[in-house]
């Protein structure tokens, strides 16, 4: 089998040779230095039109000694969160004249060392990093002192001088408990990430507050804190059948809610019981019943942090800002279904 040829990029020499000009007048026209005759600039141009050349803007941003660009490091850029997050955080990038390297750390702290070091060393001005669990804060002081502008998305690193820009995640658990306990739900299940992910943490004490809020004593046994994709089955079924089983579930995170709402639905469970997912997930509002959800806002989220961050590459030395967004409760239908204790 035959390789087709590769069709090589048009240079400014081939500019120059098509236009009958030298490289130094294509080099005035491209980069806008330099008195070109109106005659001689309309040849140029018509020959850049005809070639289809396209200056290489990394060429020139390291010859000017910047590359332009930045970074950005989340748990996984496929998650539908971090997605929204992404394209915001690019959208900003890109008009300030920025491009953005992404890459997902699978909440593997030596994974996300590798990327920071890689994206450093080769010229990123700066970094958004949702930190991994286990992120070893000396060496992100290390980076912080040698230049690299940081922020810190979705989490914090506790006592490193960088901007962060997070979710009001106990309120919005809170919320979300609270409504199931108005629709008389006592007996709740959360079902959160590891504990050692701060926003698990977070939102496992936002539920715990609710239910003191009402009076109701939290559970160990009806607290599950483990990795959605890692958690065997048999660990979910210990809680759905219980002695006292709940008959309502808070999920920590969208990946759960889907984990949850697939395991109900293997199990033929009838009805359903209450439920309210943190975090919004796509299809959430066209199932059977809809799914209520206490949704964050990832594209304000990545919004801010790319505005911070570029702003500190700026040189912007003002104290840095720690930036709690709200969350907004979605009721879809799930989380009113009536529990033991629903008003008649």
Known sequence: MTTPPTRARPTMGDVAAAAGVSLKTVSRVVNGVGYVSAETLASVQAAIDQLGFRRNEFARQLRQGTA????????????????????AVEDVALEQGYLLLSASSAEDPSRSRRIVESFSSR????IILAPARGTDPEFLRGEIAAGC?????????PGIPADT???????????????????????IAFFGDQESV???TERRTGYCEALEEAGLESDEAMMVLAAPREAPAELIDDVLEAADPPTAIVAGNNRWSVRLLRHLKERGQRPLPGFVGFDDFELGDVLDPGITVVAQD??????????????RV???????????????LIVRGSGELPGPFAER
């Open 123 to 126: 010229g990123a001005d700066g």
């Open 165 to 187: 820009v997070l979710a009001e995640n106990v309120g919005g658990a809170r919320e979300g408990t609270a409504h199931l306990i108005a629709h008389g739900h006592h007996r």
């Open 198 to 200: 701060y926003t698990a």
């Open 298 to 311: 990832p594209a304000t989220m990545g919004r801010l942090a790319a505005e911070l961050l570029l702003r």
């Open 314 to 328: 700026a040189g912007d030395e003002a104290p840095h800002e720690h930036i709690r967004l709200p969350t907004r």
């Open 149 to 157: 502008s940081m922020v810190f998305v979705d989490r914090p690193v």
């Open 68 to 87: 332009a660009t930045i970074g950005l490091v989340l748990e996984d850029v496929a998650d539908p969160f971090y997605s929204v997050l992404t394209r």
